[in-house]
Nanobody, 116 residues
Framework: QVQLVESGGGLVQPGGSLRLSCAASRSIFSFNAMGWYRQAPGKERELVATSTSGGTINYRGSVKGRFAISRDYAKNTVYLQMNSLKPEDTAVYYC??????????WGQGTQVTVSS
């Protein structure tokens, strides 16, 4: 069983930055797809950013230019660098990993709150 453990969430003022980490219990070389999702209260879970083992990266439109997903294979960790945060970025952020193109494993989530 694979475990994904997120960290790095918290309270930040608008315009601030956070870096989320997702540590996997096994080598992330085995995952083709890794990504970050988020879910705000009363809303459906939505895709934020994805990364494939082939190097393809995609972002939802509202975070392009502000967020960056990256992989550290030596640490078996995926990061989400979030800059210029806005109140509408407030949500629980989840890490996900998939052996192929669908996500098989999910983390427990980390809360991000953007507020003054």
């Amino acid at each position: 069983q694979v475990q994904l453990v997120e960290s790095g969430g918290g309270l930040v003022q608008p315009g601030g930055s956070l870096r989320l980490s997702c540590a996997a219990s096994r080598s992330i070389f085995s995952f083709n797809a890794m990504g970050w999702y988020r879910q705000a209260p009363g809303k459906e879970r939505e895709l934020v950013a994805t990364s494939t083992s082939g190097g393809t990266i995609n972002y939802r439109g509202s975070v392009k230019g502000r967020f960056a997903i990256s992989r550290d294979y030596a640490k078996n960790t995926v990061y989400l660098q979030m800059n210029s945060l806005k109140p509408e970025d407030t949500a629980v952020y989840y890490c996900a990993a998939g052996l192929e193109w669908e996500y098989d494993y999910w983390g427990q989530g980390t809360q991000v709150t953007v507020s003054s």
